[in-house]
């Protein structure tokens, strides 16, 4: 479960004031915007990435506000990725298990699991450099899911896909509450994302978030 309640945030002349929304657990939502109206903004904040003038965060019913961004229990996929390019894929995967000192068998498990659900096994002891952008996104999931957080953030995840690439991830992406056990807020600027694959849909508009898609009215 996600809750955002009364967010403010100043940077310079931009601002964004009151801002609130809900995403029951278990449950796809998507953010949608134009490009510049401070989706990703709101989306840092609630990673604990971007500091807020007032309200609050709560995660699964805990309050995060004023916690460090390793202390919220969640995935965060950039929209670049932003993979570690000194490591390997498989080192990627394993990362979130690594630094918390899991043993060498969990972390094995954990990386295969991933890779086979991904579809990246083939990738697993290249450096995570000339990868194609599906390939990208698909081991900066799979590292935002590695420590099974019951939270992922995802930031544009598939703007730099081509189409049949795009077709392919949002298969993978639909199925993440129900397989990964995780609530989702993935922020886009695509309607096409939005009907697809959103159980809530919200958008942010001159600084205002409406509710555009609740539960339950998924067109058949």
Known sequence: MI???????????FQLEDISLHVPRGKYALL????????????E?????????????CLD?????????????????????????TM????N?????????QPASVINERVGQLAEWLQI???????????SGGETQRIALGRALANHPPILLMDEPLSSLDEETRDATMEILHGLPNR??????????????????????????EGRIDVIRAEGERPA
């Not at 390997?88 to 080192?91: C, G, I, L, P």
């Open 45 to 57: 904040a609630i990673a604990g990435l971007r500091g807020i003038a007032s309200g609050r965060v």
């Open 180 to 205: 990964a056990n995780v609530t989702v807020l993935h922020v886009t600027h695509s309607r096409h994302e939005a009907e697809q694959l959103g159980d809530w849909i919200f958008r942010l508009h």
């Open 61 to 85: 019913d805990r309050d995060v506000t004023y916690l460090a961004p390793g202390l919220r229990d969640l995935g965060y996929v950039p929209q670049d990725g932003a993979l570690f390019r």
């Open 88 to 91: 390997t894929v498989r080192d």
């Open 121 to 131: 096994a083939h990738l697993l002891d290249r450096w995570a450099v000339g990868l």
């Open 32 to 43: 949608m915007g134009k490009t510049g109206c401070g989706k990703t903004t709101i989306l």
């Open 93 to 101: 995967l394993a990362f979130a298990l690594a630094i918390r000192n």
């Open 3 to 13: 809750d955002v309640d009364n967010l403010c945030m100043r940077q310079g002349a």
